[in-house]
């Protein structure tokens, strides 16, 4: 009886290490997985912050090329043939000399809408919101569809940061439209909630699903929306609508 009850005793003191040991494995599995999961999420993020910084220097830099440079040698050149003009009046070279001359003055223009196009001034400047309605303005004025822009946003500024982002993903919504939306208008909409921002995108163009197109999409227009909202921990959200999309950002700031 006594042995009986001594053999019981190992049996269940072996059992119980051995399920000690196996949950403290499991426990230590489970430890590494979530650890590797977490720093290689981390990774993916710095890659991706990494990626979009150079993206934003190149641009700048490009930006700042073209409005030092290229601008100010095409200037020069157009008050070259003012010149030449002016003392050629009433030859046959005059004409020449006028066409040309109106040439440069479009190449020029060309060139400032490239620059601010890669980097809008009016971002560092003036802020987010003045240059998101200048750049809605002139999208309006070049491809005759009605931008409209609507806030309560003007005495508050958006941390830079977020502000080029925010932008870009709104440029890109914008040539979304222009490019296979079929539009007539759209609403761009910025106000202040009580977490940071949304910012309300409406059109009444050709209906999307956003998650749909993005998984079949092999361009970088929905793309690169999707990576600047993770990069900026904002939310995308489509609400669902009869004519047309909206699209709604919202982003936590300390405003």
Known sequence: MEGSIDINYVFWLGT???LFLALGLLFLVLFYQNNFTKMKRQEAETLLKTALES???ERQRIAKDLHDSVQGDLSAIRNYMVLLQRQ???????????????????AIENTRVISNKLMPPLLE?????SALRDYLEQLSLLSGKEFVYKTDFSDVQIP??????????????CQNMLKHGQISQALLSLYITTEG???EI??????FDFKTAYNKSNGSGLNNIQSRIKSMKAELVQREVTVGNH??????LPI
Request: charged share 25%; aromatic share 12%; hydrophobic share 40%.
């Open 197 to 199: 921002l949304s910012l």
């Open 88 to 106: 050629t009046q009433g030859q046959s070279s005059n004409l020449l000399i006028s066409e040309a001359k109106d040439a440069l003055e479009k």
């Open 55 to 57: 993206e934003k220097e």
């Open 125 to 129: 400047t003036a802020g987010f919101s």
């Open 202 to 207: 409406i059109d009444d163009g050709v209906p």
């Open 160 to 173: 830079t940061e977020y502000a080029y982002e925010l932008f870009r993903v709104v440029q890109e919504f």
């Open 247 to 252: 699209f709604v950002i919202y982003l936590k």
């Open 16 to 18: 119980s290490v051995m």
